[in-house]
């Protein structure tokens, strides 16, 4: 099970900083990634990461704008959202995966967490 959280409100130009929990199975050495879907569009691939965190991937639009990162222990993924735009404004979701690859191409990863909503005010 993932739970996403650390969604908000926050004015442009602002930071936020998501957490994806894992539970009920070992994640930890699980590629997971960051998705978004923002009013009206489809679903987007947004950042990866390995599952020794030893590799990222993010999309262009985001690339020097958010940083994802894993902490084993906890059995956490974040993603550091940072100089929001209202162009970021989207229900964000967690997957995970075993394959990296996945997390990054066309195949949906097999797991999903439920969305955490990021709106961006300008």
């Known amino acids: 099970q993932l739970q996403a959280s650390g969604g908000g409100l926050v004015q442009a130009g602002g930071s936020l900083r998501l957490s994806c929990a894992a539970s009920?199975?070992?994640?930890?050495?699980?590629?997971m990634g960051w998705f978004r879907q923002a009013p009206g569009k489809e679903r987007e691939f947004v950042a990866a990461?390995?599952?020794?965190?030893?590799?990222?991937s993010y999309a262009d639009s985001v690339k020097g704008q958010f940083t994802i990162s894993r902490d084993t222990a906890k059995n956490t993924v974040y993603l550091q959202m940072n100089s929001l735009s209202p162009e970021d404004t989207a229900v964000y979701y967690c997957?995970?995966?075993?394959?990296?690859?996945?997390?990054?191409?066309?195949?949906?990863?097999?797991?999903w967490g439920q969305g955490t909503l990021v709106t961006v005010s300008s």
């Open positions: 997957a995970a995966d075993p394959l990296f690859a996945t997390i990054v191409g066309v195949t949906p990863p097999r797991y």
């Open positions: 009920g199975r070992t994640f930890s050495r699980y590629a």
């Open positions: 990461i390995s599952g020794s965190g030893s590799s990222t």
